[in-house]
């Protein structure tokens, strides 16, 4: 499986409106992070999309992605749902729907959000549907998984997919370790981990609850993302070890 980092940054990405770039050099590229997203390949061809982040558009035409085949939400934050109306594009050439799956709490919220995307509007057609993942065990030859985890007063969901023997997961937006996340990504080849900061956060993991994750969890690669202004791109790079890869937008790992 190959995975595609398409955003890499927190919910007001780097820089910050104001070219407010904190402590991360200006002059380095992977320091210029869009909200968080990802998409994963598999040797079949079959892709999926996780998140609709923001800055899903040019996310798309960076990585030159024009088809998809199903969509997971994490949760309906801002950050990475309100991209969502960038999937009528790839809506276009398909003889339906782009399959998506959410949780119950958050399939239900994006309905009431947008609602014309999932039952379509004034005689444009439904974009994508959306199903709850309470049944769901495998989607266009993609293993999947998934848990709740927390996220300072609410949840998020991470996913784990399997495909080729292999296996990729997401685990955004979480600010504590619990059980249900070190069997979920136990043994991992490759997890994405929120890594908002060095400091403790009350919604969100900072390096060290990444690091204890990963370790915790066995996994074999660890790429941080949802990365703030704070997290220089080669300070970080320098400080972790080799087995940790600094998250970048458009980077690609095939594991």
């Known amino acids: 499986m190959k995975l595609i980092v398409l955003g890499s940054g927190t919910s007001t990405g780097v820089p910050r409106v104001g070219n407010d770039w904190g402590d991360c050099d200006p002059n ?12 994963i390949e598999s040797n079949e061809g079959k892709r999926i999309l996780v998140d609709t982040s923001t800055d899903l558009r040019q996310q798309l035409l960076d990585n030159n992605i024009d088809r998809l085949d199903g969509v997971f939400w994490t949760h309906d934050h ?20 782009i399959p998506g799956f959410a949780s119950k709490d958050t399939a239900y919220r ?50 784990r997919f399997d495909a080729d023997g292999k296996s990729i997961a997401y685990s955004t937006d979480y600010s504590e370790i619990t059980d249900d996340m070190i ?37 074999g690669k660890l790429v941080l993302s949802h990365l703030d202004k704070t997290m220089d791109y080669a300070t970080l790079e320098a400080e972790t070890p080799d087995h940790v890869i600094v ?9």
Not at 28 to 39: F, G, K, L, Q
Not at 191 to 215: F, G, I, Q, W, Y
């Open 183 to 219: 069997e979920l990504y136990e043994g991992v080849d490759i997890l994405v981990s929120d890594c908002l900061k060095r400091e403790p956060h009350p919604t969100h993991a900072n390096l060290a609850l990444a690091m204890e994750l990963a370790e915790r969890a066995n996994v």
């Open 28 to 39: 380095e590229p992977r320091n210029r992070r869009s909200r968080v997203s990802i998409a």
């Open 78 to 97: 801002a950050d990475h749902c309100h991209g969502i109306d960038d999937l009528r594009v790839l809506r276009y050439d398909r003889g339906g729907p």
């Open 247 to 255: 998250g970048y937008d458009g980077l690609e790992i095939t594991a």
């Open 110 to 159: 994006l309905r009431q959000r947008f609602g014309y995307i999932f039952a379509g509007q004034h005689g444009y057609p439904t974009i994508a549907t959306l199903e709850t993942l309470d049944r769901l065990r495998m989607h266009a030859g993609f293993g999947v998984e998934w848990c709740q985890m927390p996220h300072g007063p609410g949840e998020t969901t991470g996913y």
